[in-house]
Each structure stands twice: as structure tokens, then as C-alpha cells.
């Protein structure tokens, strides 16, 4: 019997290295595949990487693949915006709907916000450098450290290093400084919330107790909106689940499918 298939959508500034040890502990279970957004690593190039054109990539994208069957999607923090966007437009395109750290509540407006409001500045800045110049400016090792230890909750010293180290090999892998700049005012320009309510497939949200991104009471609020959401929840951590506790995520995806594990 074939194994239905997994799509997973990384976040801003990632590539599919991000999803790896989750997609590493559902290939049993499932086909995965995970692109790399457009504007990021091998990602395709995009005349302007606004949410049209992220979604509009995404369907041309799952065109290709040929699919016998309707996939599984799932989105993880920006790549929640862009799948629930996605299935709103395409509702009958996927079966189910995974949302990892959605994006549930405006970026300008969460506990972040102090941090949101510099990186907009960090990230003009970048644009209107000259291209080699706004490279190394967006680039630059203590920005991107200061991002990923604004993320990290593990008080485990490997960890955070192994995170620090993921985030300074694969954060710089944009293609220029405009795409990077127009990923990011996409990504703080909308929030799940939008499409929630024209999403018609089964929707699991898995929220996280310390994310600042999207605090656990606007992920409640934000299932809410949808036609058939379940909830789930992991307990001392942050927005960084799929480095921190890809197993839980798992386990939880797994127990939502009604996957049992195998002998």
C-alpha cells in the first residue's frame, strides 16, 4: 500500500534543512517532501515574493509532483501563512492541514514587537545597500545570533548550539537582499487568520507554551476561526519546536492521523 504524502512548508529566512529531523521521523509513515521556498537556497526565483506569488509557486509547484493521491500539508510559522493561504485558495488540493507554530496574530503587534519594529528597520537597511554590501549586512553573524537566541528556550548548552549552528549555515542562503526583504514584509504583512475560516479540511495546530511569535492564547483564538480545528500543545518551548522537539511534533501529527507505531 503507498504511503500518502507529507508537503512541508519551512519558515522565513530557512530552508528544508529546518524541517529535517521532523521529516526524518515521518518518512516510515509517510513520502515527505520539502521544498525550499522561492527566494531561499534552491528555491525559484519570483518576480515579487509577496503571498500571491508564494501561493501561486505552491500550487504550480504541487502541479508537478504528479500526485495520485491529495497530499498532506503542512506549514511551519511563514510557512503556515503561506499553506493556510494556500488551502484557502485551493481548498480541494489537500486532505489535511498541519499548522507548526502558525503565525496566528500580527508580528507588530505580539510581545516581540519591539524586536519585530528593528528587524523592519534591519531589513530596509539591507535593501537599500548596495547588493554585496546588503549581503553582509543581512548576513552578519550577531544578527542573525541575536534572532536565534531570541528563539531558542532549551536550557540544554548542545542544543542551543546545534540551533545557533543551523541558523548560521542556512540563514544567509537568500538570493538577494529585495527577495529576503519582500519574504519578510510578507511574512509580518499577514498571519493565519486571514484564510482560517475558508479552510475546509481538518486542521491540527500545534502550539507551543513559550512561543513569542504567537502567544498560546491567540493560538486558542486563532483555532477558533477555523471549521474543524484541533489544537495541541507543548509544554517549556518556544517557536523553534521542529530544532527543540521534533519527537513531540511528531507524535503529535501521528496521534492526530491516527498513525499507531509499528512493531
Not at 165 to 175: A, L, N, V
Amino acid at each position: 500500500m503507498a504511503k500518502p504524502t507529507l508537503v512541508m512548508i519551512h519558515g522565513f529566512r530557512g530552508t528544508h534543512h529546518g524541517l529535517a529531523l521532523i521529516a526524518k521521523r515521518l518518512e516510515k509513515d509517510f513520502t515527505v517532501i520539502v521544498p525550499d521556498l522561492p527566494g531561499f537556497a534552491k528555491g525559484d526565483k519570483l518576480e515579487k515574493h509577496d503571498l500571491d506569488g508564494y501561493v501561486t509557486w505552491l500550487d504550480g509547484f504541487m502541479k508537478k509532483q504528479s500526485l495520485k493521491e491529495k497530499p498532506i500539508l503542512l506549514g511551519h510559522s511563514f510557512g503556515s501563512i503561506v499553506a493556510s493561504a494556500y488551502v484557502a485558495k485551493h481548498p480541494r488540493s489537500v486532505t489535511k492541514l498541519i499548522l507548526v507554530n502558525p503565525i496566528g496574530a500580527p508580528a507588530l503587534e505580539g510581545p516581540k514587537k519591539i524586536l519585530t519594529k528593528l528587524a523592519v528597520f534591519y531589513y530596509r537597511v539591507g535593501e537599500k545597500l548596495p547588493e554585496r554590501a546588503g549581503r553582509r549586512w543581512l548576513g552578519m553573524k550577531p544578527m542573525v545570533f541575536i534572532m536565534s537566541y531570541s528563539m531558542a528556550k532549551t536550557k540544554d548548552k548542545k542544543l542551543r548550539a546545534f540551533i545557533h549552528d543551523q541558523h548560521f549555515r542556512y540563514f544567509s542562503t537568500f538570493h538577494s537582499a529585495k527577495s529576503v526583504m519582500e519574504g519578510f514584509e510578507t511574512s509580518v504583512g499577514h498571519t493565519v487568520g486571514e484564510f482560517a475560516a475558508r479552510i475546509p479540511v481538518p486542521t491540527l495546530i500545534i502550539a507551543a507554551s513559550l512561543d513569542d511569535i504567537t502567544p498560546l492564547g491567540k493560538q486558542y483564538e486563532l483555532a477558533r476561526r477555523f471549521k474543524n480545528a484541533r489544537i495541541a500543545t507543548i509544554d517549556n518551548v518556544g517557536h523553534l519546536t521542529h530544532y527543540e522537539t521534533p519527537s513531540e511534533v511528531v507524535r503529535l501529527i501521528k496521534t492526530w492521523l491516527g498513525i499507531t507505531a509499528k512493531k
